[in-house]
Structure formats: C-alpha cells, structure tokens
C-alpha cells in the first residue's frame, strides 16, 4: 500500500489550498483515512478524519476551515484548507488506517505567509 501527497505549497494568510492523497495496492479491511500535521519542534496533531462511512471529525482548531472528502472510486482523500493561518504552517501527513495496522504518506509541506 502506497499513500501520496500532493498539493502542498506557500500561501499567504486567508489563502486556500486543496491536499490530495492518493492511495494505491491492495487494502484490506480500511476504517478511515486522516490528515495529520506537524509543526516544527511539534509532536503530530490529527487535523481530521474521514470515516468509510463518510463520518468526518476535525480538530477543533481548524473546525469550520478544513474540509475532508474523499473519492472512493478514485481511492483518493482530499483536504480543502480555506482561511489558512500562519499557525497552519506545517508538514501534512494522510494517514490510511485499516484493521491491521496504520499507513503514512510521505508528507507535503503547507507554509502560510505573507
């Protein structure tokens, strides 16, 4: 199983961005997917999560700004990111979890600044 990142860059404050994770190989018994983020001298924080039954739960700090979705035929989950912060700046991770253990993107940088 492959995860990959995409989308990331540089954006002024307000801005928007869409990260897209794309998922490839054979997955067996999957939960749901997630972004996560890390901040430099941070520990990774979940900023959201999207169920296989398209329950979403997001962290409280990017609630009403982030959006989750996902494509199934695509095997694709995405992350619109609107209103951007400078404490958004981080290095944003997928996450694909199944019934047998966890996967990881290799990650995608987000920087918000003017």
């Known amino acids: 199983v492959q995860l990959q990142a995409s989308g990331g860059g540089l954006v002024q404050p307000g801005g928007s961005l869409k990260l897209s994770c794309a998922v490839s190989g054979s997955i067996f018994g999957m939960t749901s997917m997630a972004w996560y983020r890390q901040a430099p001298g941070k520990q990774r924080e979940l900023v959201a999560v999207i169920t296989t039954g398209d329950s979403t739960n997001y962290a409280s700090s990017v609630k009403g700004r982030f959006t989750i979705s996902r494509d199934k035929a695509k095997n694709t989950v995405y992350l619109q990111m609107n209103s951007l912060k400078p404490e958004d700046t981080a290095v944003y991770y997928c996450?694909?979890?199944?019934?047998?253990?966890?996967?990881w993107g290799q990650g995608t940088q987000v920087t918000v600044s003017s």
């Open positions: 996450n694909l979890r199944t019934v047998t253990g966890p996967y």
